[in-house]
């Protein structure tokens, strides 16, 4: 169960091999950086504008576009055809799939971004996967660690599983919408092509092609 096919078509990733089919889909949230240290080669192959800082253990493919104001501390890997617009900050252990707009005020730590991923304003992305096409409202948070600091774990209704993490954020699976100023609990799990109402508060297992629908009470008065 949570098998990484349950979420992930892993066609639209170069980087495949973090996801073995025998182990939990937020196995590979614990080898990006090892990962990274092994296969990662220094080398931009995109224009670099004034104003961007880059770090030293950076890859950029060709074609995509920088933004002034973007900082890329690294490890990272950035694919081909991405936008990366002023204002994001992408932080360690960082590995972005082609065609995919990393927005304003983002920041990205220790994550997977499949192909053409969408997260364009707003957002927080920590220890967390997102499948191809997957698409974050602006403001959405993938918080990634409980308030007691305590182990991570995934609650999918009827069991709860241990995940070995302290820091787990979310998986969102492939074609998933999450609606803007949406919070994303540690250890969530969004199906794919399932759509998360705005202004929701997730927690557990969202199955696939689902709908989670908030719901909010309002009252107008006269003002006095």
Not at 10 to 22: E, K, N, V, W
Not at 72 to 101: D, F, M, Q, T
Not at 158 to 166: I, S
Not at 179 to 184: F, K, Q, T, Y
Request: proline share 5%.
């Amino acid at each position: 169960m949570f098998s990484p096919a349950d979420f992930l078509d892993l066609s639209h990733t170069q980087h495949g091999i973090l996801f073995p089919a025998d182990q939990p889909v937020w196995h590979a949230l614990g080898h990006i950086e090892s990962y990274l240290g092994f296969r990662l080669q220094r080398n931009v192959l995109s224009a670099v504008p004034h104003g961007v800082h880059l770090g030293e253990d950076v890859f950029v493919d060709e074609g995509t576009l920088i933004d002034p104001g973007v900082v890329i501390k690294g490890p990272a890997w950035i694919g081909r055809n991405c936008h990366l617009r002023s204002g994001c900050y992408i932080r360690e252990n960082v590995i972005v799939g082609n065609g995919c707009v990393l927005g304003n005020s983002c920041e990205f730590k220790n994550c997977v971004l499949f192909d053409e991923c969408e997260v364009p304003h707003f957002n927080y992305v920590g220890d967390s996967i997102l499948g191809y096409k997957a698409h974050l409202g602006a403001g959405v948070v993938l918080s990634n660690v409980r308030l007691d600091r305590r182990e991570v774990t995934v609650d999918d209704g009827r069991h709860v599983t241990a995940t070995g993490l302290r820091k787990f954020g979310a998986i969102i699976g492939d074609r998933a919408e999450v609606g803007c100023n949406s919070v994303l609990n540690p250890g969530t799990l969004i199906g794919p092509r399932s759509i998360i109402y705005p202004l929701s508060s997730v927690t557990g297992l969202i199955p696939a092609d689902s709908i989670l629908k908030t719901r909010q009470q309002q009252v107008v008065v006269a003002r006095k």
